[in-house]
């Protein structure tokens, strides 16, 4: 298993002259975004293991068995420790770190391996993440952990009877994890039921959205597309080799489900919501020129990459329709331009509401202080593949399946641009002010001598007093427009 990741990527050397002179016919015939005394960073490939509904196959594994299925030689790891890139056949002496953001946290693994091949700290990284939901972590009560904590420091048996003895069944009571803000105490699946109410998005289009997403996804995995899935062997136990939340169902019994969030009059239910899963994925990242030396075909460069924050309480999940029109600014480019869509499906009701928002003027005007509306990617280029409610959404490995399959997907349709959006909960800011809302783009495949872009944008909120307080009717103003 240590060795998948190389081994899927080798396909023969690339002939340095070849290569020039592929570059050299691209550039008179289709824009390029590569800058002048900038070294160029290539995604050379990435994998990850099957995707699976949380309780299930890998329900008695743990989060390194997972992490080291998809890793190889590299500089580091996000969401996956060290002792993972050690069982994966790292060597010791090869550094490794963890990041953590949420929804996002391979996507900060990424940026990171571009910072770190960029500054010439490293000329081949690793970037990935793991999340297993079958095992998370539950805490004793806040009373319990004193008591404990006291005991580990008493003295004498009868500062630790006294303690014992001061134990009453309350003490006994865990704290439940909770996907939830910090700064706000919702869940997503509350802000998420909120925005669709406050865009009008309807419980219909919400499950005609994820019934879209579950039917693309099973069409993908048919025909064979999800490449990047490679097998995983559960030890002990049988060897899994795709997806299994992809349920294509009908309107009528997603019509059943009851609210989920919002009770009894919500509209976000099990059906047009993420499922809680496990799995790991990862993805090569090196310097262009040594991938060339290595005789690894690349498939996208990755060029920049921007960050914006938002408030948590009425724009958590709004970071899509924030942050790519800033990326397509950065790179002059228009909606037009991009061949390919990739938004991160939390829920189909924040996918359909940003749909919406891209597509207002009056949300640009009086929300985002633009002139005119984002504008709405086409729908025959939106998330082709499946997305996140149907592939499924471990939370620290969905950014590199969306940038891989942005890669697959440009190369497949033969197209040039490629842009994938994520929102990811506020509680893991680290900056006192802002956070990053990030961008990778991504531009030449070279097997065809085409030239393929890819632009990866990621937002999640940030907890600010000052702008929680100035944003708060936010919500109230968007629903008497839509």
């Known amino acids: 298993m240590t060795s998948m990741l190389m081994h899927s990527l080798r396909s023969g050397p690339v002939s340095p002259a070849r290569f020039v002179f592929r570059m050299f016919v691209m550039t008179k015939t289709k824009k390029t975004l590569a800058k002048p005394n900038v070294k160029n960073i290539v995604l ?3 994998v990850r293991t099957p995707f699976l509904l949380s309780g299930t196959s890998y329900s008695d594994l743990m989060p390194h068995d997972l992490g080291r299925a998809v890793q190889t030689k590299g500089c580091m790891c996000s969401g996956l420790y060290f002792q993972a890139a050690l069982g994966a056949g790292f060597s010791d002496k090869t550094p490794a770190h963890t990041v953590t953001m949420a929804c996002i946290s391979s996507n900060q693994a990424m940026t990171s391996a ?7 700290q490293c000329d081949v990284v690793v970037a990935g993440g793991v999340e297993f ?7 004793h009560s806040r009373k319990m952990r004193k008591t404990m904590l006291s005991l580990n420091k008493a003295k004498t048996l009868g500062q630790r009877l006294s303690l014992l003895g001061s134990i009453r069944m309350g003490h006994l009571m865990p704290e439940l994890p909770a996907v939830a803000e910090f700064s706000t105490a919702e869940s997503m699946g509350h802000s998420a039921d909120r925005l669709a109410a406050a865009f009008g998005v309807t419980r219909v289009e919400q499950d005609e959205y994820a019934l879209r997403s579950h039917r693309l996804a099973k069409k993908a995995q048919d025909e064979g597309l999800l490449s990047d899935i490679i ?16 349920r294509p169902t009908s309107m009528e019994q997603m019509g059943k489900l009851k609210p989920a969030f919002v009770k009894p009059h919500g509209t976000v239910t099990a059906a047009n919501s993420s499922f809680l899963t496990d799995g790991a994925s990862a993805v090569l990242i090196m310097s262009e020129e040594k991938a060339l030396a290595l005789g690894y075909k690349p498939k996208a460069y990755l060029r920049d990459f921007v960050y914006v924050s938002q408030d948590p309480k009425d724009q958590l999940l709004l970071g899509p329709t924030y942050a790519t029109p800033k990326v397509l600014e950065k790179s002059g480019l228009t909606m037009e331009d991009i061949d390919v869509f990739e938004f991160h499906e939390a829920f189909a009701g924040q996918i359909v509401a940003n749909l919406k928002a891209m597509d207002s003027d009056w949300f640009a005007q009086n929300c985002m202080g633009r002139k005119s509306k984002v504008g709405v990617p086409p729908m025959e280029k939106f998330n082709t593949w499946g997305g996140s409610l149907s592939l499924g959404h471990p939370f620290a490995a969905t950014g590199c399946r969306l940038v891989t399959t942005v890669a697959h997907r440009l190369q497949k349709e033969g197209g040039q641009y490629g842009v994938v959006a994520a929102c990811a909960a506020g509680g893991q800011v680290f900056l006192p002010k802002y956070t990053y809302a990030q961008l990778a ?14 632009f990866l944008v990621h937002s999640f ?19 008497k427009h839509f």
């Open 231 to 246: 097998s995983f062997q559960v030890p002990g136990k049988n060897i899994i080799s795709a997806d299994n939340g992809i």
């Open 461 to 479: 909120g940030l907890f600010s007093v000052h702008v929680l307080c100035m944003k708060m009717t936010m919500c109230k103003s968007v629903q």
């Open 133 to 139: 939901m079958s095992d998370v972590p539950i805490r």
């Open 114 to 120: 571009v910072g770190l091949i960029a500054a010439g």
């Open 44 to 46: 050379v490939d990435g």
């Open 441 to 454: 783009r991504a531009d030449t495949e070279y097997s065809r001598g085409a030239t393929v872009q890819v």
